[in-house]
């Protein structure tokens, strides 16, 4: 079985445990790295060479939004899915129009994060159902 | 007696003997009378040639022979009828070469010709000598006729005389109607002649010149004289004239004479009738002169005299005019009313009368003294000491005179002219009074002053100013104050002075003024125009208070709002912070864990527990909106993260969804890079005019514009409500509007409320976009 690479990324170190420990149990994900700033992320993506990013927003110094423009404007060709806190349309459409291919929220992490990395993997787009409802 | 051409004159040949001798008894006869005329004439001439001619005739035969007459050369002259030589003209003198001889004779003879008077005399004889021409010296004695000759040059001599007489004469008399001409030229003055029996007139150049007709003209008779003349001038010459030819008066009229070219012209029309012999109607002779211009002058010295008199008359100040000893000759209607008494009273009396007695000596000295100079006029007492004069009540009172020193004839003539000045000098007084009073005040006023002059240059600075700055009076004076503010703020302090002066407008500034510790103070400067009693602009006068104290309480007080607000902001932030990144991360977890354990229970048939589960996370999954929202609320973390357009677009949806307001909200241009502090001024100042749209305004439209144009972001929240009367707005709301107001102050910006009752409410609120609020990337 051939395993996708994810990069994980978010300055709560609970949440960054809790989202490794969700896909560590999963056979179909390798996580080779979990970050708690945006900034790592620019610096070690092009090391680490991941399938999959998953970003939180709301970090410190530079957020997840700015991350993917920056992720974006450099070519990398890696599916950014959003986990995040934020069950706002206006954060959605700025996370999907910084290039984003999934939109998770945090409050329902256990069951719409694996689909969603898996319809970014598809190129596919995901969002959590909660949002599109409200 | 006829020459030249006529004269017959006899050959060479013609003996002497032929001189026949019948005919010399009649030249005996005609020899004695001519002798008797000849000394007639000689006497009555005195001739110069008398001498010549003086000598003795004799009455002896002589025979002169051809070649005798042909070598000397002498003229000779004969009987026409007779062909008898009647004389041969043969000077006295021996000595005479033949030559000189015959042309003396000759030109004797031509000039005697063209006059012809000769004729009248009848020949003489001449005693004379001859010289041959062979040089010999014969003593023969030649009786001639030459007396004839005589005679006609001695009458040729006098006629010359008499013709040079006449030319003298005539050329005295033209030398005379010159200057008779000129004198009419110079004088304006023509001369006519009339005669009244041939109607015939003459006149003089000057006249026609006078009256303006070519001299070409012939004179006009009498009667046409009149269209020189006006009607009624010309009745009044007729009647003189009419009487002057019956009673031989002489007659001067003044008269309005017409130029030929229609001006008026004033002449004296002097006239005289003159009896001429053997004549019954005498003839008339008269001048006219053109007295126009003298008319005009003593016209113009008419009317300076009237002038005179009226400017005596009228004046307010007293004119008084006294001769050498001191009475007064002239009292004018301001002296009356000065001195209180009339001016016949006072008429002849001594001016002593109004001069205080202890003053009356030294009066009298100076006047005396003044008279003595060659000054025509100056001021009396030397205008230091003030001059006192007395009224007939006995009053003093303050005066201002001058005097003046006029020669009419052999009489001194002094007129003094007298100001009363006790009004001006209570004025005066007063004045000075109020400028001490003044003086007083604004020296002992704890604020500074300034005044300056219609220049616009500093004339004065107070006692508190001096003591301010430290430096003398003249430093300060003119331009020298501005050596004491600050670089920085002069020119600007110039221009507000330098319009409000041209505008004499008031003014209020602040600037830095150095103090005499070489600190600089703020300073809050008040001018205001100030304008002298007839209106006209006199300056500026300024009041300065030292406000630095105040600016510094001020800028604190701004300044710890700043940072309270900012502080309050950080604080918000921090807890909306705690609440999103810890607590609502937590029951994030939290919702999960329960939802994976709800999913334990997936299978089997404990669906009671997994519904309890289910609404257990529900639960949590709620508590965390919420208390997303509270943290939203608190500090916006889309401001943060997305910017001031989403923010404000997200704020306008949340708005309109919570209060069912139709809200329309157009964002455009902003940069993407604004300064964190003015997006969050500017979304508070949004959210807070859309909470004051809530609680006051009851509208049913808001529109939310936020724009950026020409360097400033404007944003302007208008709607349609009740609106409200700004001042009762601004008081009454508490910290709503002053907050919007100092938020925006904080970035440098500016806020504004429109509102009327009915009409609705606008808030807008602008900031600049300087380099100082916005973010460096």
Known sequence: VLKADVLLAD??????????????????????????????????????????????????????????????????????????????????????????????????????????????????????????YT | LPHGPGVKRKNANHPIEECNTASTTNLRLLLASNHRHLAIALIWCLSPLAPLNANPIESRQTRIGGDVVDQVGVGRIFDQETNAVLTEIIPQFPQTQPDNLRREAFSRSESTESSGLASLLPPISLLSYLQYSNGETSGWKIFALGGAVVIETLLIFLLLRGHRARKRAQESLRLKELELSEAQRLSQTGSWRWDPRTDHVVWSDALYKLLGVDPATRPLSFQQLSKFFTPESWKQLTAKVDCAIRTGETYELRLNALHSDGSSRSVIVRGEAVCVANRSIPQVRGTIQDVSAREQIEQQLRENQQRLMAIVASTMDAIIAVDDEQRIVEFNPAAENIFGCKSHEVMGSSIDRFIPERFQAAHRHHIHGFGETKVTSRLMGGGLKPLSALRTDGTEFPIEASISHVVTGNRNLFMVMIRDISARLHAEEALRESEKRFRLMADSAPVLMWMSGHDGLVCDVNREWLRFTGRTIDQELGEGWTEGVHPNDLPTYLRTYKYSFNAKQRFSTEYRLRRHDGHYRWILDNGVPRFREDGNFAGFIGCCIDITEQKAA?????????????????????????????????????????????????????????GQLHAFWQETSEIAGDLQRLSHQLHPSKLHYLGLSAAVRGLCQEFSKLNRIEVECIVRDLPSDLDENISLNLFRTAQESLRNVTKHSHAHFVKVELTSKAGEIRLRVSDDGVGFQYEQGKNGRGLGLVSMQERLKLVGGHFSVWSRPSLGTQVEATVPLTARYARTA
């Open chain 2, 554 to 610: 001020k800028a604190s007080q701004a300044q710890l709002g700043a940072r309270l607000m900012q502080a309050h902001e950080e604080e918000r932030a921090r807890i909306a912070r705690e609440l999103h990144d810890d607590i609502n991360q937590r029951l994030a977890l939290l919702a999960n864990g329960i939802q994976e354990f709800e999913q334990t229970y997936a299978s089997g048939d404990r669906a009671n527990e997994r």
């Open chain 1, 11 to 132: 300055d709560n170190p609970a949440m960054l445990d809790h989202v490794s420990n969700l896909l560590r149990t999963d056979n179909h994900y390798n996580v080779v790295g979990a970050l708690n700033n945006g900034a790592d992320v620019l610096r070690e993506y092009e090391r680490l060479r991941p399938d999959v990013i998953v970003l939180d927003i709301s970090m410190d110094m530079l957020s997840g939004i700015d991350v993917a423009h920056h992720l974006r404007n450099e070519g990398c060709r890696a599916k950014i899915v959003f986990l995040t806190v934020h069950e706002d349309f206006d954060f959605l459409n700025a996370a999907m129009g910084a290039g984003g291919s999934a939109y998770v929220v945090k409050s329902r992490l256990s069951t719409d994060l694996i689909p969603a990395i898996n319809a970014a993997l598809s190129n596919k787009l995901f969002v959590s159902p909660n949002l599109l």
